[in-house]
């Protein structure tokens, strides 16, 4: 079992920044893919960015071009670094690790992203 812990929600203005942490409580070396998902209120979780085993990575149209995603495997940590933030970022930021087989997901607890003025 691994707990991942997200951080570094906060409120912000449009076009800033933040990181987001996602700190695992064990290795994540051995998870084939690390990614980022957002939710708003009344909709549906989505992919904003995933991050392979070796370093592939892939992101939402909506953020391709702002956000970077990163893992350090000897920190057990995944990043996400957001810039030139819009409303529309705002939303609940949450952490996955993925193991394809077996089949296996942790997620963390969310962490809040508002970007307002």
């Known amino acids: 079992q691994v707990q991942l812990v997200e951080s570094g929600g906060a409120l912000v203005q449009p076009g800033g920044s933040l990181r987001l942490s996602c700190a695992a409580s064990?290795?994540?070396?051995?998870?084939?893919?690390m990614a980022w998902y957002r939710q708003v209120p009344g909709r549906q979780r989505e992919l904003v960015a995933f991050?392979?085993?070796?370093?592939?990575?892939h992101y939402a149209d909506s953020v391709k071009g702002r956000f970077t995603i990163s893992r350090d495997n000897a920190e057990n940590t995944v990043y996400l670094q957001m810039n030139s933030l819009k409303p529309e970022d705002t939303a609940v930021y949450y952490c996955?690790?993925?193991?394809?087989?077996?089949?296996?997901?942790?997620w963390g607890q969310g962490t809040q992203v508002t970007v307002s003025s």
């Open positions: 996955n690790a993925k193991k394809l087989a077996p089949s296996i997901d942790y």
């Open positions: 064990g290795s994540i070396s051995g998870f084939d893919v």
């Open positions: 991050i392979t085993s070796v370093r592939s990575t």
